[in-house]
């Protein structure tokens, strides 16, 4: 009797193999689905910084599920788990080759959220273009471009739209990555003839005058660095700035210094001019006698 009821149970499983198969692929997709994307979704609410770019990510998330899943259940109708492990082995390496550069995105999109090298309202630098991140999509990074067809650092309001895919092979620079402050420096070249100590003086008292708040806030003083030039002294004042205000701060910086060096009568600016000295020549007096 249990001889025959394990021979119609073999009988029914090798009949619906199949389908059985089929169901059970479709069962642990399912299952392994509703796990991940749970635990994804809470994981990408707390790191994105807009829930639509989650929601965007979410959705290819599950078309791509439902699409290996459509795959996987249709070959495991044959019954075979050897076709099943090639057949998903080949899907593998189509949607691979076919999908790279999307897929590249999104895994850059992921990395950006992971590993933050940069994030909204950041001013960086990618493929050596300077500008303020305005926002990160699935596919491309935003950027506010600095500078451009204009000399210095200010906002020129043009959008340059860099593909996701790229960062892999980009080196990023990011201003405030871990400070909030970044070094800058005023360079001033001033003569030989001038009085050291008084042009430290101006430059450090303009620096502290412009930087008041961020000195109170770090703690840390400007201070000069000099070195010896062909024509004069080079002296650079250095301070803390934001790096998205840096190029109001040394403008602001430089107007004050060229208002106090016009002012004293120890310190003058070195330019580039040439001086002219005549001297008269001297008749050669005639040799005496032998």
């Given at each position: 009797?249990?001889?025959?009821?394990?021979?119609?149970?073999?009988?029914?499983?090798?009949?619906?193999?199949?389908?059985?198969?089929?169901?059970?692929?479709?069962?642990?997709?399912?299952?392994?689905?509703?796990?991940?994307?749970?635990?994804?979704?809470?994981?990408?609410?707390?790191?994105?910084?807009?829930?639509?770019?989650?929601q965007n990510f979410l959705l290819v998330w599950r078309y791509l599920w439902m699409g290996l899943a459509l795959v996987f259940v249709l070959v495991s109708f044959s019954g075979s788990l050897t076709s099943l492990g090639i057949s998903a082995a080949f899907v593998g390496m189509i949607m691979g080759w076919s999908l790279q550069a999307p897929v590249t995105g999104i895994a850059a999109w992921l990395m950006i959220l992971l590993k933050r090298p940069f994030k909204i309202g950041d001013r960086i630098i990618i493929a050596g273009i300077i500008g303020d991140v305005s926002d990160i999509t699935l596919t491309h990074v935003h950027l506010n471009q600095v500078g451009g067809t204009v000399s210095g650092e200010e906002r020129s309001g043009r959008g340059v739209l860099i593909p996701n895919a790229t960062l892999f092979q980009q080196i990023i620079h990011n201003y405030t990555l871990e400070a909030t402050y970044i070094l800058d420096e005023v360079p001033v070249l001033i003569t030989y003839e001038s009085d050291f100590d008084e042009a430290e003086r101006i430059l450090l008292d303009a620096a502290r005058q412009v930087t008041r708040d961020i000195i109170n806030e770090t703690g840390q003083e400007p201070f000069i660095r000099a070195e010896l030039a062909d024509s004069g002294i080079r002296i650079r004042l250095r301070y803390n700035t934001l790096g998205t205000d840096r190029q109001r701060v040394s403008s602001d910086i430089v107007r004050i210094v060229i208002s106090r060096f016009s002012q004293s009568d120890k310190v003058e600016f070195c330019y580039p001019h040439t001086e002219v000295l005549h001297r008269p020549k001297q008749p050669k007096e005639a040799p005496g006698p032998a």
């Open positions: 009797m249990l001889s025959r009821v394990v021979e119609q149970a073999s009988g029914f499983v090798a009949a619906y193999r199949g389908p059985m198969l089929s169901l059970l692929t479709l069962l642990i997709f399912v299952v392994a689905y509703f796990l991940i994307t749970k635990a994804l979704r809470r994981y990408l609410l707390h790191r994105a910084e807009k829930p639509e770019n989650v």
